[in-house]
């Protein structure tokens, strides 16, 4: 057998994607690029691609992008504004990863509107990678954060209407993650991701937005990924992980991201009833989005150039 047949076929007899050979060899762009999932990752991406046009670095301008949509009212899906828990309680859940491979997250976070900055905290002074709860806000406050009321009338009244039925909404109805991938002139990848979470969810619900590999997961080497919606499935499959690793593979961005919510569709009879997106940059600039029904917006600004895109569904 030839070297290269055997090193497609693989050791095991799988096939590996032809182009693995090239996975490990990714030139690194060095024009800064940032990736943002939904519509609000348009002002995102603004924010962020300021940051990175100074010579910021990926991190800063992912954290930048992050707090954006944080402190925005207007947004019912992440920080300030977001929709409560059942109890009424707004609960933040964020992460943050950067292109050494260091990490940090909170969850189940109350009353401090930046959740990400907390978690890029937990990430450079602790020695941890997760707080949770009323650890997370206490290290919050002795960070010289502020304790705010995050529940604004206008998602206060929406939730006493919620009351009333108590129907159960899935995330997609009425949430929307902010997931920030960056690349900075250097050609370093870094990436940060909040949310107020499922709507009106059990008390101390805690989604796939502040677990490393589940809604974020940065791979200097490879790529970045990042999850938005259901984030009870994306946990399950480690799903931002699985993509930059079916990259590793020599999957493109799209395939990879396509592949991941693929097995989510075969665990589901062909026939999920919710929504994830994924959003996928690889080490080379190259970027990937992908989603299971409906249709997915995100952002992507390169340069002076900011744009929103739309993505059908798989299924
Ligand atoms: C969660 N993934 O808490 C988040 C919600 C979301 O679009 O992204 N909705 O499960």
Not at 119 to 148: C, D, N, P
């Amino acid at each position: 057998m030839e070297r290269r047949d055997f090193i497609k076929t693989g050791a095991f007899g799988f096939t590996i994607p032809g182009s693995l050979m090239n996975a490990d060899k990714l030139k690194a762009n060095i024009n800064p690029i940032i990736i943002s999932t939904w519509n609000f990752g348009l002002p995102a991406n603004d924010i962020a691609m300021e940051v990175l046009l100074k010579g910021g670095n990926a991190m800063d301008a992912a954290e930048a992008g992050a707090r954006h949509a944080e402190a925005d009212s207007k947004n019912s899906s992440v920080g300030f504004g977001g929709l409560p828990d059942e109890n009424g309680h707004v609960t933040l859940d964020a992460c943050v990863m950067d292109s050494r491979g260091n990490a940090g997250s909170v969850a189940f976070l109350q009353n401090i509107q930046h959740p990400v900055s907390v978690a890029r905290k937990v990430m450079e002074e602790t020695k941890h990678v997760m707080l949770v709860g009323e650890g997370a806000r206490q290290f919050a406050i002795s960070k010289g954060f502020k304790e705010t009321n995050l529940l604004t009338e206008k998602s206060k009244k929406e939730w006493k209407a919620w009351q009333k039925e108590r129907r159960t909404m899935t995330p997609h109805e009425t949430h929307d993650t902010l997931s920030v991938l960056a690349q900075d002139a250097k050609g370093n990848l870094a990436g940060a991701c909040t949310t107020s979470g499922w709507a009106y969810k059990m008390h101390g619900r805690v989604g796939d937005s502040p677990i490393i590999g589940a809604g974020l997961y940065v791979d200097n080497e490879i790529g970045s990924s990042a999850a938005t919606g259901l984030g009870e499935e994306v946990i399950k499959t480690t799903g931002s992980f699985l993509v930059v690793e079916l990259m590793r593979q020599g999957y493109s961005p799209i395939d990879a991201c396509k592949e991941a919510l693929d097995r989510i569709i075969k665990s589901h009879n062909g026939k999920p009833d919710f929504q994830i997106g994924y959003i996928a940059l690889r080490k080379d600039g190259k970027v990937g989005v992908a989603c299971l029904k409906w249709e997915f917006e995100y952002a992507i600004a390169r340069g002076e150039e900011n744009k929103l895109y739309k993505v059908k569904g798989l299924i």
